[in-house]
Protein backbone atom coordinates (compact mmCIF):
# COMPACT_ATOMS: atom_id res chain seq x y z
CA UNK A 1 0.00 0.00 0.00
CA UNK A 2 1.02 3.69 -0.91
CA UNK A 3 2.52 5.13 2.54
CA UNK A 4 0.75 8.90 3.49
CA UNK A 5 3.27 11.47 3.00
CA UNK A 6 3.14 14.11 5.68
CA UNK A 7 1.59 17.13 4.64
CA UNK A 8 0.70 21.03 5.94
CA UNK A 9 -2.69 22.07 6.42
CA UNK A 10 -3.29 23.38 2.76
CA UNK A 11 -1.81 19.88 1.51
CA UNK A 12 1.84 21.19 0.85
CA UNK A 13 4.49 17.76 1.44
CA UNK A 14 6.81 18.42 4.38
CA UNK A 15 10.47 16.91 3.77
CA UNK A 16 12.07 17.83 6.86
CA UNK A 17 10.19 17.81 10.59
CA UNK A 18 13.46 17.31 12.78
CA UNK A 19 14.84 20.26 11.59
CA UNK A 20 13.83 24.08 11.54
CA UNK A 21 14.24 26.04 9.24
CA UNK A 22 17.88 28.77 10.38
CA UNK A 23 20.02 31.14 8.57
CA UNK A 24 22.95 29.21 8.43
CA UNK A 25 23.75 26.17 10.59
CA UNK A 26 24.04 27.89 13.71
CA UNK A 27 22.00 31.29 13.04
CA UNK A 28 18.49 31.82 13.85
CA UNK A 29 15.25 30.74 12.65
CA UNK A 30 13.81 32.42 9.69
CA UNK A 31 10.33 33.50 9.96
CA UNK A 32 9.60 31.79 6.72
CA UNK A 33 9.61 28.04 8.44
CA UNK A 34 5.97 28.25 7.68
CA UNK A 35 5.79 24.63 9.04
CA UNK A 36 7.47 25.37 12.18
CA UNK A 37 4.69 28.39 12.38
CA UNK A 38 2.01 26.70 11.76
CA UNK A 39 2.22 23.54 13.69
CA UNK A 40 3.53 26.07 17.00
CA UNK A 41 0.37 28.04 16.35
CA UNK A 42 -2.00 25.09 16.20
CA UNK A 43 -0.22 23.50 19.42
CA UNK A 44 -0.91 26.85 20.90
CA UNK A 45 -4.71 26.31 20.16
CA UNK A 46 -4.80 22.90 21.62
CA UNK A 47 -7.06 23.15 24.01
CA UNK A 48 -10.72 24.67 24.73
CA UNK A 49 -12.31 25.82 27.38
CA UNK A 50 -13.01 22.93 30.01
CA UNK A 51 -16.44 22.76 31.40
CA UNK A 52 -16.91 24.96 34.13
CA UNK A 53 -18.77 21.97 35.72
CA UNK A 54 -18.27 18.29 34.68
CA UNK A 55 -14.89 19.00 33.15
CA UNK A 56 -13.18 15.62 33.88
CA UNK A 57 -14.89 13.11 32.23
CA UNK A 58 -14.60 9.44 30.23
CA UNK A 59 -16.98 8.11 27.38
CA UNK A 60 -17.80 5.19 25.42
CA UNK A 61 -19.82 4.51 22.45
CA UNK A 62 -22.88 1.66 23.03
CA UNK A 63 -26.65 0.71 22.42
CA UNK A 64 -29.54 0.97 23.77
CA UNK A 65 -32.35 -1.74 23.53
CA UNK A 66 -35.77 -1.70 24.35
CA UNK A 67 -37.23 -5.04 26.28
CA UNK A 68 -40.69 -4.04 28.28
CA UNK A 69 -43.73 -1.85 26.30
CA UNK A 70 -44.01 1.14 27.22
CA UNK A 71 -45.70 2.51 24.63
CA UNK A 72 -48.90 3.08 26.88
CA UNK A 73 -47.34 6.16 28.06
CA UNK A 74 -44.90 7.08 25.11
CA UNK A 75 -44.86 7.62 21.69
CA UNK A 76 -41.15 8.22 22.03
CA UNK A 77 -39.96 6.08 18.55
CA UNK A 78 -36.92 4.57 20.67
CA UNK A 79 -39.78 2.83 22.72
CA UNK A 80 -41.65 1.67 19.70
CA UNK A 81 -40.96 -1.81 20.30
CA UNK A 82 -39.35 -4.30 22.32
CA UNK A 83 -36.08 -4.98 20.82
CA UNK A 84 -35.46 -2.20 19.06
CA UNK A 85 -31.88 -0.80 19.43
CA UNK A 86 -30.67 2.83 19.01
CA UNK A 87 -27.09 3.45 19.21
CA UNK A 88 -25.64 5.72 22.47
CA UNK A 89 -22.47 7.89 23.47
CA UNK A 90 -21.98 8.03 27.15
CA UNK A 91 -20.02 10.43 29.00
CA UNK A 92 -19.32 10.15 33.16
CA UNK A 93 -17.41 12.76 34.71
CA UNK A 94 -16.58 14.43 38.25
CA UNK A 95 -18.06 17.66 38.94
CA UNK A 96 -16.21 20.25 40.56
CA UNK A 97 -12.65 19.09 39.65
CA UNK A 98 -10.68 20.73 37.02
CA UNK A 99 -9.82 18.45 33.81
CA UNK A 100 -7.03 17.08 35.35
CA UNK A 101 -8.61 16.30 38.76
CA UNK A 102 -8.66 13.14 40.59
CA UNK A 103 -11.45 10.91 39.32
CA UNK A 104 -12.22 9.96 42.86
CA UNK A 105 -12.95 12.81 44.75
CA UNK A 106 -16.05 13.14 46.97
CA UNK A 107 -18.56 14.86 44.27
CA UNK A 108 -21.70 13.18 42.80
CA UNK A 109 -20.71 12.02 39.30
CA UNK A 110 -22.05 13.31 35.73
CA UNK A 111 -24.23 9.84 33.80
CA UNK A 112 -24.81 11.89 30.65
CA UNK A 113 -26.21 9.24 27.30
CA UNK A 114 -26.77 10.79 23.88
CA UNK A 115 -29.27 7.90 21.63
CA UNK A 116 -28.60 8.85 18.21
CA UNK A 117 -33.01 7.65 17.89
CA UNK A 118 -34.42 7.40 14.27
CA UNK A 119 -35.92 11.19 15.23
CA UNK A 120 -33.55 13.03 16.56
CA UNK A 121 -30.63 12.68 19.20
CA UNK A 122 -32.16 12.34 22.80
CA UNK A 123 -30.17 13.24 25.86
CA UNK A 124 -30.62 12.26 29.17
CA UNK A 125 -28.06 14.06 31.13
CA UNK A 126 -27.94 13.38 34.59
CA UNK A 127 -25.73 12.10 37.63
CA UNK A 128 -25.50 8.88 40.12
CA UNK A 129 -27.62 10.63 42.35
CA UNK A 130 -31.87 10.75 42.30
CA UNK A 131 -31.83 14.52 43.69
CA UNK A 132 -30.03 17.75 43.61
CA UNK A 133 -28.06 20.64 46.41
CA UNK A 134 -30.57 23.40 44.88
CA UNK A 135 -33.65 23.30 43.22
CA UNK A 136 -33.60 26.77 41.75
CA UNK A 137 -31.45 27.78 39.01
CA UNK A 138 -30.44 30.88 40.54
CA UNK A 139 -28.64 29.48 43.04
CA UNK A 140 -26.21 27.05 41.14
CA UNK A 141 -23.52 29.81 40.32
CA UNK A 142 -23.33 30.66 43.80
CA UNK A 143 -23.41 26.45 44.85
CA UNK A 144 -20.79 26.18 41.99
CA UNK A 145 -18.36 29.01 43.44
CA UNK A 146 -18.36 27.12 46.97
CA UNK A 147 -17.34 23.75 45.31
CA UNK A 148 -14.63 25.21 43.86
CA UNK A 149 -11.68 27.51 44.65
CA UNK A 150 -11.35 30.29 47.20
CA UNK A 151 -10.32 33.97 45.27
CA UNK A 152 -7.46 34.38 46.91
CA UNK A 153 -5.24 31.62 47.82
CA UNK A 154 -6.58 29.33 45.30
CA UNK A 155 -8.12 27.27 47.51
CA UNK A 156 -10.55 24.60 48.22
CA UNK A 157 -12.36 25.35 51.36
CA UNK A 158 -14.83 23.25 53.29
CA UNK A 159 -15.42 26.92 55.01
CA UNK A 160 -16.89 28.36 51.74
CA UNK A 161 -19.18 24.97 51.03
CA UNK A 162 -20.42 24.85 54.70
CA UNK A 163 -21.30 27.87 54.62
CA UNK A 164 -23.85 27.76 51.65
CA UNK A 165 -24.69 24.18 52.76
CA UNK A 166 -25.72 25.49 56.59
CA UNK A 167 -28.36 28.50 54.89
CA UNK A 168 -29.69 26.02 51.92
CA UNK A 169 -31.70 23.25 53.66
CA UNK A 170 -32.96 21.72 50.58
CA UNK A 171 -28.89 20.37 50.07
CA UNK A 172 -29.28 18.03 53.22
CA UNK A 173 -31.36 14.92 51.32
CA UNK A 174 -27.70 15.65 48.47
CA UNK A 175 -25.23 16.02 51.32
CA UNK A 176 -26.70 12.43 52.64
CA UNK A 177 -25.97 10.35 48.90
CA UNK A 178 -22.29 12.57 48.62
CA UNK A 179 -21.05 12.17 52.37
CA UNK A 180 -21.92 8.27 52.25
CA UNK A 181 -19.86 5.65 50.39
CA UNK A 182 -21.72 6.40 47.07
CA UNK A 183 -20.03 10.06 47.10
CA UNK A 184 -17.11 7.97 46.15
CA UNK A 185 -18.25 5.28 43.69
CA UNK A 186 -15.65 2.51 42.85
CA UNK A 187 -14.85 3.62 39.13
CA UNK A 188 -18.07 4.67 36.70
CA UNK A 189 -19.30 1.18 36.28
CA UNK A 190 -20.67 0.58 39.79
CA UNK A 191 -23.11 3.16 39.95
CA UNK A 192 -26.50 3.87 39.25
CA UNK A 193 -27.44 6.71 36.76
CA UNK A 194 -30.26 8.89 37.31
CA UNK A 195 -32.03 11.61 35.17
CA UNK A 196 -33.25 13.50 38.34
CA UNK A 197 -35.27 16.04 36.97
CA UNK A 198 -38.76 15.17 36.56
CA UNK A 199 -39.22 14.93 32.33
CA UNK A 200 -42.65 13.95 30.90
CA UNK A 201 -43.93 11.46 28.45
CA UNK A 202 -46.53 12.24 25.78
CA UNK A 203 -48.09 8.86 24.01
CA UNK A 204 -49.77 8.33 21.09
CA UNK A 205 -53.37 9.57 22.53
CA UNK A 206 -51.36 13.01 23.61
CA UNK A 207 -51.83 12.45 27.22
CA UNK A 208 -48.79 13.55 29.10
CA UNK A 209 -46.99 12.09 32.11
CA UNK A 210 -44.36 12.94 34.55
CA UNK A 211 -41.54 10.80 34.40
CA UNK A 212 -38.49 10.14 36.36
CA UNK A 213 -35.33 7.82 34.39
CA UNK A 214 -33.39 5.27 36.77
CA UNK A 215 -30.20 3.50 34.83
CA UNK A 216 -29.53 0.66 37.57
CA UNK A 217 -25.92 -0.77 37.33
CA UNK A 218 -26.06 -4.50 36.32
CA UNK A 219 -22.48 -4.45 37.78
CA UNK A 220 -23.82 -4.41 40.96
CA UNK A 221 -23.06 -1.08 43.23
CA UNK A 222 -19.53 -1.14 44.49
CA UNK A 223 -18.09 2.23 46.55
CA UNK A 224 -14.65 2.86 47.68
CA UNK A 225 -13.92 4.03 51.39
CA UNK A 226 -12.84 7.40 52.15
CA UNK A 227 -9.57 6.49 52.85
CA UNK A 228 -9.31 3.83 49.77
CA UNK A 229 -10.23 7.11 47.37
CA UNK A 230 -7.73 9.72 48.41
CA UNK A 231 -4.75 7.05 48.37
CA UNK A 232 -6.11 6.74 44.71
CA UNK A 233 -6.72 9.97 43.93
CA UNK A 234 -3.02 10.02 44.55
CA UNK A 235 -1.48 7.09 42.95
CA UNK A 236 -4.13 6.93 40.08
CA UNK A 237 -6.09 10.34 39.50
CA UNK A 238 -7.27 8.35 36.37
CA UNK A 239 -8.47 5.17 38.21
CA UNK A 240 -12.55 5.34 36.76
CA UNK A 241 -11.21 6.41 33.40
CA UNK A 242 -8.86 3.51 33.34
CA UNK A 243 -11.33 1.08 34.72
CA UNK A 244 -14.11 1.78 31.92
CA UNK A 245 -11.50 1.88 28.95
CA UNK A 246 -10.16 -1.42 29.91
CA UNK A 247 -13.08 -3.01 30.88
CA UNK A 248 -14.67 -2.02 27.41
CA UNK A 249 -10.93 -3.13 25.68
CA UNK A 250 -11.92 -6.89 27.31
CA UNK A 251 -14.84 -7.17 26.22
CA UNK A 252 -16.46 -6.64 29.79
CA UNK A 253 -19.59 -4.71 28.33
CA UNK A 254 -21.03 -2.82 31.51
CA UNK A 255 -24.69 -2.90 31.31
CA UNK A 256 -27.38 -0.47 33.05
CA UNK A 257 -31.42 -1.32 33.32
CA UNK A 258 -33.17 1.87 32.65
CA UNK A 259 -36.42 2.13 34.60
CA UNK A 260 -39.28 4.78 34.70
CA UNK A 261 -41.78 5.99 37.15
CA UNK A 262 -44.67 7.10 36.01
CA UNK A 263 -47.25 10.07 37.18
CA UNK A 264 -50.52 10.88 36.11
CA UNK A 265 -50.41 14.43 34.55
CA UNK A 266 -53.22 15.40 37.22
CA UNK A 267 -51.64 13.33 40.34
CA UNK A 268 -48.90 16.36 40.56
CA UNK A 269 -51.93 18.78 41.74
CA UNK A 270 -52.30 16.81 44.75
CA UNK A 271 -49.36 14.56 45.55
CA UNK A 272 -48.34 15.68 49.16
CA UNK A 273 -44.46 16.12 47.53
CA UNK A 274 -44.08 18.65 44.64
CA UNK A 275 -42.93 16.15 41.88
CA UNK A 276 -40.83 18.75 40.23
CA UNK A 277 -39.10 19.68 43.25
CA UNK A 278 -35.30 18.11 42.41
CA UNK A 279 -34.01 17.65 45.88
CA UNK A 280 -36.60 15.21 46.33
CA UNK A 281 -37.57 11.59 45.17
CA UNK A 282 -40.46 9.87 44.09
CA UNK A 283 -40.88 7.12 46.68
CA UNK A 284 -40.98 3.42 45.15
CA UNK A 285 -44.06 2.97 47.17
CA UNK A 286 -46.02 5.41 45.69
CA UNK A 287 -44.27 5.31 41.97
CA UNK A 288 -43.02 2.20 41.45
CA UNK A 289 -39.77 1.20 38.90
CA UNK A 290 -41.29 0.15 35.22
CA UNK A 291 -38.41 -1.55 33.45
CA UNK A 292 -38.01 -0.12 29.95
CA UNK A 293 -34.19 -1.68 28.77
CA UNK A 294 -30.60 -1.97 28.55
CA UNK A 295 -28.09 0.12 27.74
CA UNK A 296 -24.88 -1.32 27.00
CA UNK A 297 -21.29 0.24 26.71
CA UNK A 298 -19.48 -1.80 24.35
CA UNK A 299 -17.15 0.37 21.95
CA UNK A 300 -14.22 2.59 23.71
CA UNK A 301 -13.69 6.19 21.22
CA UNK A 302 -10.86 5.97 18.88
CA UNK A 303 -10.09 9.64 19.84
CA UNK A 304 -10.78 11.21 23.35
CA UNK A 305 -11.05 14.65 22.37
CA UNK A 306 -13.21 13.96 19.03
CA UNK A 307 -15.46 11.80 20.86
CA UNK A 308 -15.54 12.14 24.64
CA UNK A 309 -14.53 16.18 25.15
CA UNK A 310 -16.48 17.43 22.17
CA UNK A 311 -19.52 15.82 23.27
CA UNK A 312 -22.05 18.22 23.69
CA UNK A 313 -24.64 16.81 25.99
CA UNK A 314 -27.77 19.23 27.07
CA UNK A 315 -31.44 18.00 28.22
CA UNK A 316 -32.72 20.19 24.68
CA UNK A 317 -32.11 17.73 23.09
CA UNK A 318 -35.44 15.66 23.09
CA UNK A 319 -37.56 13.56 20.96
CA UNK A 320 -41.50 13.86 20.31
CA UNK A 321 -42.71 11.53 23.19
CA UNK A 322 -40.39 12.74 25.64
CA UNK A 323 -40.97 16.56 26.89
CA UNK A 324 -40.03 18.73 29.64
CA UNK A 325 -41.37 19.57 33.00
CA UNK A 326 -42.39 22.87 35.41
CA UNK A 327 -38.87 21.17 37.87
CA UNK A 328 -37.38 25.05 38.02
CA UNK A 329 -33.71 23.03 37.36
CA UNK A 330 -34.56 21.68 34.69
CA UNK A 331 -35.79 24.94 33.05
CA UNK A 332 -32.23 26.73 33.64
CA UNK A 333 -30.17 24.07 32.67
CA UNK A 334 -32.35 24.41 29.62
CA UNK A 335 -30.98 27.35 28.68
CA UNK A 336 -26.81 26.86 30.14
CA UNK A 337 -26.38 23.80 28.59
CA UNK A 338 -26.30 24.45 24.97
CA UNK A 339 -25.40 27.96 26.26
CA UNK A 340 -22.23 26.18 27.37
CA UNK A 341 -21.48 24.38 24.42
CA UNK A 342 -22.19 27.52 22.09
CA UNK A 343 -19.36 28.92 24.45
CA UNK A 344 -16.87 25.68 24.60
CA UNK A 345 -17.46 24.92 21.14
CA UNK A 346 -19.14 27.30 19.01
CA UNK A 347 -22.83 28.11 17.08
CA UNK A 348 -22.09 24.64 15.17
CA UNK A 349 -21.42 22.08 17.56
CA UNK A 350 -23.93 19.98 17.05
CA UNK A 351 -22.48 19.45 13.28
CA UNK A 352 -19.39 17.99 14.93
CA UNK A 353 -19.63 14.02 14.28
CA UNK A 354 -20.27 12.84 18.00
CA UNK A 355 -22.59 15.24 18.02
CA UNK A 356 -24.82 15.11 14.69
CA UNK A 357 -28.21 13.09 14.58
CA UNK A 358 -27.82 9.99 12.20
CA UNK A 359 -30.74 11.31 10.26
CA UNK A 360 -30.77 14.09 8.22
CA UNK A 361 -31.37 17.55 9.60
CA UNK A 362 -32.15 20.36 7.46
CA UNK A 363 -33.15 24.07 8.71
CA UNK A 364 -32.32 27.94 7.82
CA UNK A 365 -29.48 27.93 10.42
CA UNK A 366 -26.50 29.69 8.43
CA UNK A 367 -22.93 30.38 8.90
CA UNK A 368 -21.39 30.68 11.88
CA UNK A 369 -17.66 30.20 13.19
CA UNK A 370 -16.69 26.67 11.63
CA UNK A 371 -19.75 25.98 9.66
CA UNK A 372 -17.62 22.95 7.84
CA UNK A 373 -20.14 21.03 5.91
CA UNK A 374 -21.80 22.57 2.62
CA UNK A 375 -23.95 25.23 5.00
CA UNK A 376 -27.24 24.38 3.44
CA UNK A 377 -25.80 24.54 -0.39
CA UNK A 378 -27.97 27.07 -2.65
CA UNK A 379 -31.06 25.57 -0.85
CA UNK A 380 -33.44 28.10 0.47
CA UNK A 381 -32.58 29.59 3.98
CA UNK A 382 -35.95 30.13 5.05
CA UNK A 383 -39.10 28.89 5.43
CA UNK A 384 -42.27 28.68 3.97
CA UNK A 385 -40.54 29.14 0.83
CA UNK A 386 -41.76 28.10 -3.10
CA UNK A 387 -39.95 24.53 -2.82
CA UNK A 388 -42.72 23.21 0.35
CA UNK A 389 -38.73 22.03 2.20
CA UNK A 390 -37.78 21.93 4.50
CA UNK A 391 -41.94 21.35 5.71
CA UNK A 392 -42.84 21.49 9.56
CA UNK A 393 -43.78 17.71 10.30
CA UNK A 394 -47.67 16.63 11.66
CA UNK A 395 -48.22 14.51 15.17
CA UNK A 396 -45.33 16.00 16.57
CA UNK A 397 -46.36 18.66 19.37
CA UNK A 398 -47.30 18.06 22.56
CA UNK A 399 -50.88 18.88 24.57
CA UNK A 400 -50.94 22.28 26.47
CA UNK A 401 -49.63 22.37 29.38
CA UNK A 402 -51.71 24.35 32.23
CA UNK A 403 -50.55 27.07 33.75
CA UNK A 404 -51.71 29.77 36.22
CA UNK A 405 -50.71 32.82 38.68
CA UNK A 406 -49.20 35.89 38.89
CA UNK A 407 -45.50 36.28 37.57
CA UNK A 408 -43.66 36.44 41.17
CA UNK A 409 -40.33 35.00 42.50
CA UNK A 410 -41.79 32.11 44.46
CA UNK A 411 -39.94 29.71 47.37
CA UNK A 412 -40.78 26.01 46.65
CA UNK A 413 -43.75 25.59 48.28
CA UNK A 414 -42.85 22.87 50.89
CA UNK A 415 -43.14 23.11 54.58
CA UNK A 416 -39.75 23.33 56.38
CA UNK A 417 -39.53 19.61 57.12
CA UNK A 418 -40.08 18.36 53.96
CA UNK A 419 -36.65 19.28 53.02
CA UNK A 420 -35.46 16.59 55.87
CA UNK A 421 -38.02 13.84 55.78
CA UNK A 422 -36.13 12.19 52.79
CA UNK A 423 -32.41 12.83 53.95
CA UNK A 424 -33.88 10.84 57.46
CA UNK A 425 -35.51 8.14 55.25
CA UNK A 426 -31.94 7.06 53.71
CA UNK A 427 -30.27 7.75 56.71
CA UNK A 428 -32.29 4.94 58.18
CA UNK A 429 -32.29 2.24 55.40
CA UNK A 430 -28.34 2.43 55.45
CA UNK A 431 -26.74 -0.60 57.30
CA UNK A 432 -24.58 0.91 60.32
CA UNK A 433 -21.25 0.55 59.14
CA UNK A 434 -22.67 3.15 56.18
CA UNK A 435 -24.17 5.62 58.84
CA UNK A 436 -20.70 5.14 60.69
CA UNK A 437 -19.02 5.52 57.52
CA UNK A 438 -21.29 8.54 56.32
CA UNK A 439 -20.82 10.26 60.06
CA UNK A 440 -17.05 10.22 59.93
CA UNK A 441 -17.20 11.56 56.49
CA UNK A 442 -19.17 14.60 57.45
CA UNK A 443 -17.21 15.28 60.39
CA UNK A 444 -14.25 15.10 58.19
CA UNK A 445 -15.35 17.69 56.00
CA UNK A 446 -16.98 19.84 58.83
CA UNK A 447 -13.90 19.84 61.11
CA UNK A 448 -12.49 23.24 61.10
CA UNK A 449 -15.31 25.17 59.75
CA UNK A 450 -16.33 28.26 62.09
CA UNK A 451 -18.39 27.12 64.75
CA UNK A 452 -21.51 29.04 64.23
CA UNK A 453 -21.21 27.19 60.54
CA UNK A 454 -21.51 24.01 62.23
CA UNK A 455 -24.18 25.04 64.61
CA UNK A 456 -26.39 25.77 62.60
CA UNK A 457 -25.55 22.92 59.84
CA UNK A 458 -26.34 20.58 62.85
CA UNK A 459 -30.06 21.71 63.17
CA UNK A 460 -30.64 20.42 59.76
CA UNK A 461 -29.19 16.88 60.65
CA UNK A 462 -31.10 16.81 64.11
CA UNK A 463 -34.22 17.49 62.12
CA UNK A 464 -33.73 14.65 59.41
CA UNK A 465 -33.41 12.20 62.18
CA UNK A 466 -32.53 12.53 66.11
CA UNK A 467 -30.16 9.74 65.67
CA UNK A 468 -28.23 11.16 62.60
CA UNK A 469 -28.05 15.00 64.64
CA UNK A 470 -26.57 13.28 67.43
CA UNK A 471 -24.03 10.54 65.83
CA UNK A 472 -22.70 13.61 63.92
CA UNK A 473 -22.92 15.97 67.00
CA UNK A 474 -20.83 13.28 69.05
CA UNK A 475 -18.01 12.89 66.34
CA UNK A 476 -17.22 16.66 66.41
CA UNK A 477 -17.34 16.79 69.87
CA UNK A 478 -20.51 18.77 70.37
CA UNK A 479 -22.45 18.48 73.56
CA UNK A 480 -26.06 20.26 73.93
P1 LIG B 1 -37.24 2.22 48.81
O1 LIG B 1 -36.86 1.40 49.98
O2 LIG B 1 -38.29 1.75 47.87
O3 LIG B 1 -35.95 2.55 47.92
C1 LIG B 1 -34.74 2.88 48.53
C2 LIG B 1 -33.80 3.29 47.42
O4 LIG B 1 -32.57 3.65 47.97
C3 LIG B 1 -33.53 2.24 46.40
O5 LIG B 1 -33.63 2.87 45.14
C4 LIG B 1 -32.11 1.78 46.66
O6 LIG B 1 -31.72 1.29 45.42
C5 LIG B 1 -31.51 3.04 47.26
N1 LIG B 1 -30.48 2.77 48.26
C6 LIG B 1 -30.29 1.68 48.99
N2 LIG B 1 -29.24 1.82 49.82
C7 LIG B 1 -28.77 3.06 49.60
C8 LIG B 1 -27.70 3.81 50.14
N3 LIG B 1 -26.91 3.31 51.08
N4 LIG B 1 -27.49 5.05 49.67
C9 LIG B 1 -28.30 5.58 48.72
N5 LIG B 1 -29.35 4.91 48.17
C10 LIG B 1 -29.57 3.67 48.62
O7 LIG B 1 -37.62 3.63 49.44
P2 LIG B 1 -38.16 5.00 48.86
O8 LIG B 1 -38.41 5.00 47.41
O9 LIG B 1 -39.28 5.39 49.74
O10 LIG B 1 -36.94 5.97 49.17
C11 LIG B 1 -36.37 6.04 50.49
C12 LIG B 1 -35.10 6.82 50.37
O11 LIG B 1 -34.24 6.13 49.47
C13 LIG B 1 -35.30 8.21 49.75
O12 LIG B 1 -35.53 9.17 50.70
C14 LIG B 1 -34.03 8.43 49.02
O13 LIG B 1 -33.11 9.11 49.82
C15 LIG B 1 -33.49 7.04 48.71
N6 LIG B 1 -33.60 6.73 47.27
C16 LIG B 1 -34.83 6.74 46.68
C17 LIG B 1 -34.92 6.61 45.31
C18 LIG B 1 -36.24 6.76 44.63
O14 LIG B 1 -36.25 7.06 43.45
N7 LIG B 1 -37.36 6.53 45.32
C19 LIG B 1 -33.71 6.39 44.48
C20 LIG B 1 -32.49 6.28 45.24
C21 LIG B 1 -32.45 6.49 46.58
P3 LIG B 1 -30.27 1.11 44.80
O15 LIG B 1 -29.46 0.43 45.86
O16 LIG B 1 -30.44 0.33 43.56
O17 LIG B 1 -29.84 2.51 44.54
Not at 39 to 44: C, P, R, S, T, V
Not at 107 to 134: C, H, S
Amino acid sequence: MKKKILRMDNGKAVYDNQNSLTAGPRGPVLMQDILLMEKLAHFDREEIPERIVHAKGAGAHGTFTVTNDITAYTKASIFSEIGKVTETFTRFSTVGGERGSADTARDPRGFATKFYTDEGNWDLVGNNTPVFFIRDPLKFPDFIHTQKRLPDSNLKSNEMVWDFWSKSPESLHQITTLFSNRGTPDGYRHMNGYGSHTYSFINGKNERFWVKFHLKTVQGIKNLRSDEAVRLAGENPDYATQDLFEAIEAGDFPKWTMYVQIMPETDAESYPINPFDVTKVWPHADYPLIEVGVLELNRNPENYFAEVEQAAFSPTNKVPGIGFSPDKMLQGRLFSYPDTQRYRLGVNYNLLPINRPKIEVENGYRNGFMRFDDNGGNRPNYEPNATGEPAEAAGVDEPPLKVCGDADRYAYDSDENSDFAQAGALYRLMPKNEQEDLINNLAGSMRGVREEIVETALEFFYKADSGYGSALAKKLGITR
